[in-house]
Structure formats: structure tokens, C-alpha cells
């Protein structure tokens, strides 16, 4: 008789058999994720939910009740299923296929950002606003678990040969729907003005509901800013390509891209997204340089601001703003604006009769000074950066839980005049993924994301400097990654920029780790 009632038994595996079979659930995660990279941005529809406001207020932002938007609910679906696919398919992978996960440094940061994002969001005023993000917007502990997980989980699988070129076509529909979208939008013809297209934006509203009147199609994202800032993240991802691809049609269909992605990115009236591509423009003329035909890869970089500039005219005729936002941050004369007679409205000192001050029965009481209306720099952002930071030096380690901003920034602040133009501007977002990262998660938050961003910007840069040697495509991944972190320090995240964007840096390193020439994971 056994002196135990069990014992441990080893089971053989066949190295061959679960090789073959980590193969096919990384083909398997590999679909997944490109479904994030070219169906979440893409998804638009009208939802309605019960809206509960922590705060009393006038103010329609800040009350509750019923509430609909156009632009993040479904991605958010969308997003929250394909994360939870890969991370089944993942976790079978490491439990049950023999898979060892390799150890990197990068993967310390990712837990101290997992553990910002779960702590900030227990110690939160307002957990569920802070789990979920605001209507609107739905960028809070959830959205962000989603972004991290895509990327680490992409970080450590393995693609097929052509997987970049999958990614590159995959932005392809992206780019083409949106050109037509914001092209209507900013030629007087919103889409939402066509019964075909409204009828599909509503088809999964309740009965009653509809949208509101004014409502505008611009594209698949928000607002300008978010289009602005991606599209500068499509026009270099394309244009990287471009120069990298050897292939001459291939070729010439990025390039097309690229010119694409900028028209929308100039229609979106946004100075972000027209900063990052000048910031990116070393890099792309150092890939370049770095090309195997130098020469015909500079004459391209060339030929693309060349064919940018009538880009520019054409649509800067239509709205001269479109200046204003771009060449107009260095250049103050705006060669579009038609100056029109502005009738002199001086009025003459005799007539004035009147004292700037109001007294009181002995004028010993003056009303305050208001401050001078006008705009910070930044189109206000500085003036948003600056009272978020005071609000954190309250919370500084874990933060108010994402998204939450709207609940506490000081409104209706009389130094707002000086700053947004009027103090009855409410602020909702910071303006900034690192400033909602700091503000959202604290100081821990913010070492976790700029440790990632930090190693991932360095890998992204030897590929480019080390590019004569690896001729990878990957190089493109890198240098759109670099320009997405260079947009959000003007913009905030929401599902169809972040998922995208994390789920490409994981690729990337991915790819970078395996093409490493001394085959160490740095």
C-alpha cells in the first residue's frame, strides 16, 4: 500500500506539437489585434445611457439624466471584447503550450502602470466615473487596462512575415472614410445631413430618440483635435513607409496615403497635429538618408512637402483657419483673411461722462478689476496644465481616478477670462495624455507610462539609426508610435487613438526584440 493517496506525474509534451500550436493561437491573437487596429477606430454609432452626475449644477455637462454621443460607446465594446479574446487565447498559450514569457525591464513598468491604474481607481471620489470615464468620452481604468493589455500581449507573440505590411493596409479603409467624412463636413455637407447616414447613426437608439440638431459627422473620432493629431500619426506612419518600401506600387500607395492623411489633418483646423509632423520630420529624413537608395528616398521626402503645399492653398481657401492652425503658429499674417473697412468706433474723450468706477457714498468702495479676456497659450492649455497641477499636488501619488477632471477642476474661476477667454468655460479633459495620466493615476502612474514610453521612443530610435544595417519595415511602426506620444502631449486618449497606437508599439517591439543583432533583450 501507497504511503500517500496522490503523486505527481509528469506529463510528456511534445516541443514540436506545442511550437505548432503557440503558432496558430499567435495567428489566432494576431487577427484580434488587427481587428483593434482597423475596426475600433472605425466604429460609430448612436447610444443613449442614464448619466448620474456626482455635483448639482445648471450646467447640462454636469447634470443627470439621459444623455446620448455618436463617437466612443461601441468602440469601447468593440475594445473590451477583443481585449478579453486575446487575453483567453494568451493565457492558454502560457499556461498549457510550454510558453516561457521573457523577462525584459519594460515589464516593471508595465506593473507599476497596472498597479497606478487598479489603485487610483479603488482610492478614487468617484469610482464608477473613474472605472468607465465619462459619457462621451469612456476613457477611464477600463480603456486604459484594454490599451496596455493589447500591448503587452502584442509584445509577446509571434507574426507572420508580412505582418506590418497587414498593419499598413489595415489603416488603409481608415484613412479613405474618413477623407470623405471630413471633406463633407468641411464643405457644408455633413454626412449626418443625409437620411441614409442618420438612419445608421440611430439604428440602435430607443424609440423617441434622436440626435440633437447641428450634429456633425467630421469623421470616426470626436472632434478636431483627436483627427488632427492621429492623422499626423497616419501621415508618418505612410510616409515612413514610403521611403522604407521597395516595391514600387506599394510604394506609391503609401505615399498617396500619406498625402491623404494630411488633407484630413489639415481640414481638422488643429495646430497638434501639423507640429508633430514638422517635430517627426528629422527622423524621416534620417530614415531617409539611412536608405538603401538614398537619392531617390530624399527626392520623395521633398516631393511630399512640395505636394503638401498646394494641399495647404486648396483647402486654406476655403476657411483660412485652416493657415491660422498650421503655418500661422510661426507666421502671424494670415494671407487668406480678407481684410474688410472696420468702422472706427473711438469714442471722442468729451463724450465720455461718465467715471470707469463705481462708487459708493464715499467713494471709498470700487468694483474689482476683471481681468482682460483672452486666451493662454496653447489655445488655453497652458492655463488647464497649470490649475490641474495645483489640483494634484493635493492627491500626488495615485490621483482622482481618470477621466474625472470634469468634477474637479475649479470652474467658473474668475482668472479663467485671462486664460479660456471667459470664466463660464467648463473644462472636462486636461488636454494632454500625460497630464490626464498624472492627474488620473498620480506620480505612480506617470513613472509607469513615461518608463514605458521611454524605452519604447529608444528602441524606435536605433531602428531608424541602425536602419542600413536591419532595412526593416518595422522602423515605420517606431516612428509613428514617436509621433503619437509627441500628439498627446496636446491631446487626451480615447479608445479609437490609444488602442490602435499601444497595440502598434507592441508590434514593434515585438519585432525589434527578434530582429535584436546580438539577439539580447535589452
Not at 468620452?137 to 486604459?144: E, V
Not at 442618420?198 to 483627436?226: C, D, H, R
Not at 463660464?424 to 493615476?441: A, C, E, N, R, W
Request: proline share 4%; charged share 15%.
Amino acid at each position: 500500500m501507497k504511503d500517500s493517496f496522490y503523486q505527481k506525474e509528469q506529463i510528456y509534451r511534445d516541443p514540436e506539437e506545442d511550437l505548432a500550436a503557440r503558432k496558430r493561437i499567435d495567428n489566432r491573437i494576431f487577427y484580434l489585434l488587427l481587428a483593434a487596429i482597423a475596426f475600433v477606430p472605425l466604429i460609430v454609432g448612436g447610444h443613449v445611457s442614464e448619466v448620474v452626475s456626482p455635483l448639482i449644477a445648471a450646467q447640462d455637462l454636469f447634470s443627470t439624466g439621459m444623455k446620448g454621443e455618436l463617437f466612443t460607446f461601441y468602440k469601447f465594446v468593440m475594445l473590451m471584447i477583443l481585449t478579453v479574446s486575446a487575453v483567453v487565447l494568451f493565457l492558454y498559450k502560457l499556461f498549457f503550450l510550454n510558453y516561457s514569457l521573457p523577462k525584459r525591464p519594460i515589464l516593471w513598468f508595465f506593473l507599476i502602470f497596472v498597479m497606478a491604474i487598479i489603485l487610483s481607481t479603488i482610492f478614487a471620489p468617484y469610482k464608477t466615473i473613474a472605472m468607465l470615464g465619462q459619457y462621451n468620452r469612456t476613457d477611464g481604468a477600463l480603456s486604459y487596462m484594454c490599451y496596455i493589455t493589447l500591448m503587452f500581449i502584442a509584445m509577446n507573440i509571434d507574426y507572420p512575415k508580412k505582418a506590418v505590411q497587414y498593419i499598413l493596409y489595415a489603416f488603409y479603409p481608415f484613412v479613405i472614410i474618413n477623407l470623405v467624412l471630413i471633406t463633407m463636413s468641411f464643405t457644408g455637407n455633413d454626412a449626418l445631413t443625409y437620411g441614409p447616414v442618420e438612419k445608421i447613426m440611430t439604428i440602435f437608439l430607443p424609440e423617441g430618440a434622436s440626435l440633437s440638431e447641428g450634429s456633425v459627422l467630421l469623421g470616426t473620432l470626436n472632434q478636431w483635435n483627436y483627427m488632427s493629431g492621429m492623422f499626423a500619426v497616419m501621415t508618418v506612419l505612410f510616409l515612413a513607409a514610403a521611403i522604407v518600401e521597395s516595391s514600387k506600387s506599394i510604394k506609391a500607395a503609401h505615399f498617396i496615403a500619406a498625402l491623404l492623411s494630411t488633407a484630413i489633418m489639415l481640414m481638422s483646423i488643429s495646430t497638434s497635429g501639423f507640429l508633430t509632423v514638422l517635430l517627426i520630420t528629422p527622423l524621416l529624413v534620417t530614415l531617409a538618408w539611412k536608405s538603401k537608395n538614398k537619392k531617390m528616398a530624399l527626392i520623395m521626402l521633398a516631393a511630399f512637402y512640395l505636394l503638401s503645399a498646394p494641399i495647404l492653398h486648396m483647402i486654406a481657401s476655403k476657411n483660412e483657419r485652416v493657415w491660422t492652425e498650421s503655418i500661422g503658429f510661426f507666421i502671424s499674417t494670415n494671407p487668406y483673411i480678407n481684410l474688410q473697412p472696420v468702422a472706427n468706433n473711438e469714442t471722442s474723450p468729451n463724450l465720455n461722462i461718465f467715471d470707469n468706477r463705481v462708487y459708493a457714498e464715499d467713494k471709498a468702495f470700487s468694483l474689482p478689476e476683471l481681468p482682460e479676456s483672452g486666451v493662454s497659450s496653447g489655445s488655453g492649455r497652458s492655463y488647464i496644465w497649470g490649475k490641474t497641477l495645483e489640483i494634484v499636488k493635493d492627491r500626488p501619488i495615485l490621483g482622482y481616478g481618470l477621466d474625472t477632471l470634469l468634477y474637479h477642476f475649479p470652474h467658473n474661476n474668475i482668472d479663467s477670462r485671462a486664460g479660456l477667454g471667459s470664466e463660464t468655460v467648463i473644462v472636462d479633459k486636461p488636454h494632454s495624455m500625460y497630464m490626464g495620466v498624472l492627474f488620473g493615476m498620480g506620480i505612480i502612474g506617470i513613472i509607469g507610462l513615461l518608463g514605458i514610453a521611454a524605452i519604447t521612443v529608444w528602441k524606435s530610435l536605433q531602428s531608424v539609426l541602425h536602419f542600413n544595417r536591419t532595412r526593416s519595415l518595422t522602423v515605420a511602426l517606431g516612428i509613428a508610435w514617436i509621433a503619437f506620444l509627441i500628439q498627446a502631449m496636446f491631446n487626451d486618449t480615447l479608445p479609437g487613438t490609444a488602442a490602435p497606437l499601444f497595440t502598434i508599439a507592441g508590434v514593434m517591439l515585438s519585432l525589434l526584440y527578434k530582429e535584436n543583432v546580438n539577439g539580447r533583450d535589452n
